[in-house]
């Protein structure tokens, strides 16, 4: 038994070793990003090219001028018993990082409805899961909304209506690890509620906070968490943080700089992965801000 357990181990890396190979030959042979991108005006989609520039790989956030910056939210344990804690309501729209993530709301024909949470990179730009904002059944959505800083129970007081969505064409083609999208929002909202930059580099044993909207708490109440990053791919990390269904499009960022490192995308009862702000995903994010 304990021979075919070996064994099983031994053939579970070589496979992750293949994978990362893949993935590692790949982000470094590529030059662009191609996105599909729907203009929700004209309902136009157009197929764009987006060519890799040498800056694209780090960028600022931006904090309002007399913008608070004290938290009073204080991380805990989060391995185990559950230590997340609600942000809040009297600080989650005066304060980066929590200003800069909301609920995100994508509505496919009449019936379907995705919701997950996304983070403003720029004036007008939120960032989130590619899943949220494109259906493998339905194709891309018919209105996105974006509601910044949401946090109570009461639910959505006003959304901000997305003009253009942008998702990786290889995630359309049904590629996992380009499960990311951006879009643009009809206001420069940025400008008061303030965004994250972003950064490339990763690495394990790293600590990053979170903030989004778990679908085990109640409805549109934001929750904060943070923790380390167990293992780092070419495409993806591993990482430590409690997380639940609705924090999909989640910005994992470091908290001194508030530089997103990756976005969540799903979890287990072991650990949770993390889509890698690679040079596409950095590439797109400058190219739109």
């Known amino acids: 038994?304990?021979?075919?357990?070996?064994?099983?181990?031994?053939?579970?890396?070589?496979?992750?070793?293949?994978?990362?190979?893949?993935f590692a030959n790949e982000s470094t042979t590529s030059s662009s990003i191609n996105v599909e991108s729907k203009n929700f005006n004209t309902d136009e989609?157009?197929?764009?090219?987006?060519?890799?520039?040498?800056?694209?790989n780090t960028a600022d956030a931006f904090i309002p001028e007399n913008m608070d910056l004290n938290s009073s939210v204080q991380p805990r344990d989060i391995i185990g018993e559950d230590d997340r804690t609600r942000v809040p309501t009297e600080i989650s729209s005066s304060m980066l990082p929590f200003s800069g993530v909301g609920l995100v709301v994508?509505?496919?024909?009449?019936?379907?409805?995705?919701?997950g949470t996304g983070w403003l990179f720029g004036p007008n730009d939120v960032a989130t899961s590619a899943h949220i904002t494109y259906s493998k059944e339905y194709g891309f959505p018919t209105e996105v909304?974006?509601?910044p800083a949401q946090n109570g129970a009461l639910g959505p007081k006003m959304g901000y209506i997305a003009t253009n969505l942008f998702v990786p064409s290889k995630y359309i083609n049904g590629d996992g690890s380009y499960d990311y999208s951006v879009f643009e929002l009809n206001s420069n909202l940025g400008n008061t509620y303030g965004y994250f930059g972003w950064d490339s580099a990763i690495s394990e044993?790293?600590?990053?906070?979170?903030?989004?909207?778990?679908?085990?708490?109640?409805?549109?109440?934001?929750?904060?968490?943070?923790?380390s990053v167990s293992l780092v791919y070419p495409r993806h990390f591993r990482h430590l943080l409690d997380t639940y269904g609705g924090q999909s499009g989640s910005p994992l960022?470091?908290?001194?700089?508030?530089?997103?490192r990756g976005i969540h995308r799903k979890g287990?009862?072991?650990?949770?992965?993390a889509i890698r702000i690679t040079t596409d995903f950095a590439n797109l994010l400058s190219s739109r801000r």
């Open 1 to 22: 038994m304990k021979k075919f357990l070996g064994l099983l181990l031994t053939i579970s890396i070589l496979c992750g070793l293949l994978s990362i190979s893949a």
């Open 45 to 56: 989609i157009t197929t764009i090219d987006i060519p890799f520039t040498d800056d694209a």
């Open 106 to 115: 994508a509505t496919f024909g009449e019936k379907d409805v995705q919701k």
């Open 145 to 147: 909304r974006f509601y």
């Open 205 to 227: 044993g790293e600590v990053l906070h979170t903030v989004g909207y778990p679908g085990d708490k109640p409805k549109y109440e934001m929750w904060f968490t943070f923790g």
């Open 253 to 260: 960022y470091t908290p001194s700089d508030k530089r997103v």
């Open 268 to 273: 287990n009862d072991i650990d949770n992965i």
